[in-house]
């Protein structure tokens, strides 16, 4: 509000005052997030481990924090280089992941390309045979325009005869 008039400024912000010295809850009478953050704020110097109340998610990066503080300078500088090469692992997996992924997609798309390629070619001369067939040309003759083996003309014929 303002000093002044004493008028609301905004309803978007307000401001609580805690005083962390009076609260004097037990660890065993924690029921809120609220009462575990103001627990926290005034025994975090006093814990040695973990309590059980304080097992939540929410608590766990705090308490990450707070270990990796109480580390000694060559402690730290251990743990700091650890966890850049386990980063610097996950990266490099999840990156020879990716490529393998990629190196599949584009030999699938090679293989199909390749795949399609031949059954259209098949396609193709089943479609010249049939036309050379209704011409009344002969056997021995459309398998040496087509490619086609005498088997595969001797099926089209039948088809065509039964069509």
């Not at 193709?124 to 003309?153: D, H, W, Y």
């Amino acid at each position: 509000m303002e000093a002044t008039s004493k008028k609301l400024m905004t309803d978007k912000l307000e401001f609580v005052f805690v005083e962390v010295e009076k609260f004097d809850k037990g660890e065993d009478e924690l029921e809120a997030d609220l009462d575990k953050w103001l627990y926290l704020l005034k025994n975090m110097s006093n814990l040695l481990e973990r309590p059980e109340r304080l097992r939540d998610r929410i608590f766990t990066k705090l308490f990450d924090v707070a270990e990796l503080a109480q580390l000694d300078d060559k402690d730290r500088t251990n743990y700091i280089k650890s966890m850049n090469t386990e980063r610097d692992t996950y990266n490099q997996i999840e990156y020879a992941r990716e490529s393998g992924r990629e190196e599949g997609r584009a030999e699938g798309r090679k293989e199909g390309h390749k795949k399609g390629k031949e059954e259209g070619l098949k396609e193709g001369q089943s479609k010249i045979a049939m036309n050379l067939i209704r011409l009344g040309t002969p056997c021995e003759i459309i398998t040496q325009a087509t490619g086609l083996s005498a088997e595969e003309v001797s099926k089209l014929m039948e088809e065509l005869s039964n069509a």
